[in-house]
């Protein structure tokens, strides 16, 4: 199974800055996807990201507040712009895998960013 | 993606099997159904998937009925360690995005 990594684990930034979210996982995948997760909520996709190409973005968010690279098939940041206290939240990434033994994907999930901004 | 409703809580007892029921009206043809098990400031982690029938691993079991139109998840004998939110999805693999519904917040208690 793979084993992914974020940085920063958690963060407290001010409005109006930036911030860029890195993800690494332990072997190549083909997909990526970043996630949003508001206190006590569900996930909320914001776009998946494959190597090479630009990434493809759910409704309701847009490249500009939320730039994504996917320079290898291990590694991608996100990046928070311009933050709002409304963009507190926790960051995910993902990617989907084989599940051993049978012909099913299954999804891997970091441990997440926290962001607050002030 | 099929939508899905299951119930927003359930509480049980250590010790006690506990099934959660999913509803998806809208699945499509090619659609699998795959649960997910989240604990606080963790990311979610798959627990099973399955297409139709019943699926059986080490943790959990997954009843699906030949109208594939809702879905069983069943913890055999939970522990306080099952405390979690579980997430009912439908969609497809392979590549294919997943989304999340609202989740069943399971509250075992000893």
């Known amino acids: 199974s793979a084993v992914i990594s974020q940085k920063p684990s958690r963060d407290i930034c001010q409005r109006g800055t930036s911030l860029t979210i890195q993800c690494q996982v332990d072997?190549?995948?083909?997909?990526m996807f970043w996630y949003r997760q508001q206190p006590g909520q569900s996930l909320t996709l914001i776009a998946t990201?494959?190597?090479?190409?630009?990434?493809?973005?759910e409704s309701g968010f847009v490249i500009d507040k939320f730039p994504i690279s996917r320079p290898n098939l291990t590694f991608s940041t996100l990046t928070v712009s311009n933050m709002s206290p409304e963009d507190s939240s926790i960051y995910l990434c993902?990617?989907?895998?084989?599940?051993?033994?049978?012909?099913?994907?299954?999804?891997?999930f970091g441990p997440g960013t926290r962001l607050t901004v002030l | 993606l099929a939508k899905t409703t299951q119930p927003i809580s359930m509480d049980s007892y250590e010790g006690q099997e506990v099934n959660i029921t999913c509803s998806h009206n809208?699945?499509?043809?090619?659609?699998?159904i795959t649960w997910y098990q989240q604990f606080p400031s963790q990311g979610p982690r798959f627990i099973i998937q399955?297409?139709?029938t019943k699926v059986t691993n080490e943790v959990a079991s997954l009843f699906i009925p030949a109208d594939r139109k809702s879905s069983t998840l069943s913890l055999p004998r939970v522990s306080l360690s099952d405390t979690a939110v579980y997430y009912c999805?439908?969609?497809?693999?392979?590549?294919?995005?997943?989304?999340f519904g609202a989740g069943t917040r399971l509250f075992v208690k000893a």
């Open positions: 990201a494959n190597q090479g190409s630009e990434a493809t973005y």
């Open positions: 072997s190549q995948v083909t997909m």
């Open positions: 993902s990617v989907e895998e084989g599940a051993a033994g049978t012909f099913y994907n299954e999804q891997f």
């Open positions: 399955g297409y139709k």
């Open positions: 809208n699945i499509a043809t090619n659609d699998y």
């Open positions: 999805l439908v969609g497809g693999t392979g590549g294919f995005k997943t989304i």
